[in-house]
Nanobody, 124 residues
């Protein structure tokens, strides 16, 4: 059974930065893609970023391109989301997810495990 535990969320002013971390408990971490999704109040969960098993391929939703960076450390079973130039519209609960695909994917149905989420609040 895979467990994902996110950390690093919090309250930050607009223009600030945060780094989210997601620790993966299983032995299969280095074999599969990982992703970050977010859900704002009253909205559906949306894709944010994904990274392939090797880290060689990444995808981002248009609204975070150039501001967010996804990375992974397979030796530490951890995936990161570095967020910069944060905006109030980035406020949401951020979820880490583990895919059953090797390649990075934006499709939530291709992720089999999800973390509990971490709150990110950006004040204006």
């Amino acid at each position: 059974q895979v467990q994902l535990v996110e950390s690093g969320g919090g309250l930050v002013q607009a223009g600030g930065s945060l780094r989210l971390s997601c620790a993966h408990s299983g032995r299969t971490f280095s074999s599969y893609a990982m992703g970050w999704f977010r859900q704002a109040p009253g909205k559906e969960r949306e894709f944010v970023a994904a990274i392939s098993w090797s880290g060689s391929s990444t995808y981002y939703t248009d609204s975070v391109k150039g501001r967010f960076t996804i990375s992974r450390d397979n030796a530490k079973n951890t995936v990161y989301l570095q967020m910069a130039s944060l905006k109030p519209e980035d406020t949401a609960v951020y979820y880490c997810a583990a895919s059953f695909m090797n390649g990075a994917t934006t499709r939530p149905e291709q992720y089999g495990y999800w973390g509990q989420g971490t709150q990110v609040t950006v004040s204006s």
